[in-house]
């Protein structure tokens, strides 16, 4: 099923295991994991906790799988999306 929108939770330790899972989407910083900006509708790269900005259309089915693995193997459990 295609994935609408993805965000971070607070508490990411950045672990590095959703970028690892999933590159295309996941951006680990110093201080926290990024939705990459290429991947969501308004362009931006943040949490995407506060402006739940819908992944393109694009990129709904196909990284979907990769986007449930890496919130399926986040070790915190703070990446959430909405299909």
């Known amino acids: ?7 971070i939770e607070e508490g990411c330790i950045m672990c590095n295991a959703c970028d690892a899972e999933c590159p295309d989407v996941f951006l680990v910083t110093d201080t926290t994991c990024m939705i990459k900006a290429d991947v969501r509708e308004d362009g931006q790269e943040s949490e995407n906790r506060d402006e739940k900005s ?22 915190v459990e703070v990446i959430k999306y909405e299909e």
């Open 1 to 7: 099923m295609a994935i609408k929108t993805v965000w």
């Open 54 to 75: 819908l992944l393109k259309a694009e990129h709904r089915d196909s990284l979907a799988d990769g986007i449930k693995a890496a919130a399926s193997g986040c070790p």
